[in-house]
């Protein structure tokens, strides 16, 4: 009787702790890895883990959260912009900014050249504007560039090549002009005054007139160095010896000289008034050595 009484119970025991453990089994499977406690993990069969065993679980799990993290804000967004072609790298512009050549062609048209210089020798046709106007703001005689230009016939020069001097009269060749202005600004810093003039370039006509009146005094009309308006005739100084030597020691500097022939003891009259532009005459005058 006893041995029968102990067997169902035996039986019953061993009955509840595998319905416990199907049990337990059942509630481990239903909970997702990625929301499982780390310290629900299963440790070794054969005791408790070590501790090291279970740092190294734990970071393992958390770095599997931080993937599926990544995956999430990541990976997820750039797959739908592939999927749309809306993948943009870098920043993208802002549509308020001009583009660069819009920023270029709204440049004021005062800050472009002038048309007449665009064209396929503009650069050359510019620098040669610009070295005129330089040299015109260089210029001791403001409108005359000083350029020499090829002669006429003596008495005969085109008005184009004769720049007036300051006393806004006298007239002589455009190169001879200058260079006497020059010496003209030397001499006022020392004397205070203008060079006095009282003749320069001399028509053809007029240098039959002055022949006329003064007889051997005046050149061959048509051989005169005014004709080629390179010659002027000064007054003054041959009355002050402070400023005749001045100008003896200082206008050959200018190119400006009272010629040989016309000093006293010279080949031809005596003319301390008379300077001529001894560069010119050498070159396209009467010159008498």
């Known amino acids: 009787m006893g041995s029968h009484a102990a067997e169902p119970t035996t039986r019953t025991r061993r009955s509840l702790r595998e319905q416990e453990a199907s049990r337990s089994r059942s509630r481990r499977v239903e909970v997702p890895a990625a929301q499982a406690p780390v310290d629900a ?12 065993r279970r740092r190294s679980t734990t970071v393992v799990g958390r770095l599997g959260v ?19 072609g809306e993948i943009v790298i870098g920043p993208t512009a802002d549509p308020d900014y001009p583009t660069t050549v819009s920023a270029l062609t709204a440049l004021p048209l005062s800050d472009l050249p002038p048309s007449s210089l665009m ?49 806004g009269v006298t007239q002589i060749r455009a190169d001879a002009a200058v260079a006497l202005a020059d010496l003209n600004q030397a001499y006022v810093a020392r004397f205070g005054t203008d060079i006095c003039l009282t003749d ?20 061959t009309p048509g051989k005169s160095n005014h004709g080629w308006g390179l010659a002027v005739d000064l007054c003054g100084l041959q009355n002050n010896s402070t400023r005749f030597a001045w100008m003896n020691e200082n206008a050959p500097v200018y190119g400006w000289e009272n010629p040989t022939w016309a000093k ?17 005459v050498k070159a396209d005058g009467e010159f008498y050595g």
């Open 200 to 219: 320069g370039y001399r028509t053809l006509a007029e240098q039959r007139a002055v022949k006329a009146q003064k007889g051997g005094l005046a050149a």
């Open 264 to 280: 006293r003891g010279g080949s031809g009259p005596y003319e301390p008034w008379h300077w001529e532009y001894i560069k010119g």
């Open 66 to 84: 931080l993937a599926a993290l990544v995956g999430v804000t990541v990976v997820v967004p750039v797959s739908q912009s592939v999927a749309e």
């Open 119 to 167: 064209s396929a020798d503009g650069s050359v046709r510019l620098r040669s504007q610009l070295d005129v106007s330089r040299a015109a703001e260089r210029s001791s005689l403001p409108g005359c560039d000083g350029t020499a230009r090829p002669t006429g016939a003596n008495g005969q020069l085109s008005t184009e090549d004769l720049c007036t001097l300051w006393d």
């Open 41 to 52: 993990l299963p440790v070794a069969a054969h005791g408790d883990a070590s501790p090291a």
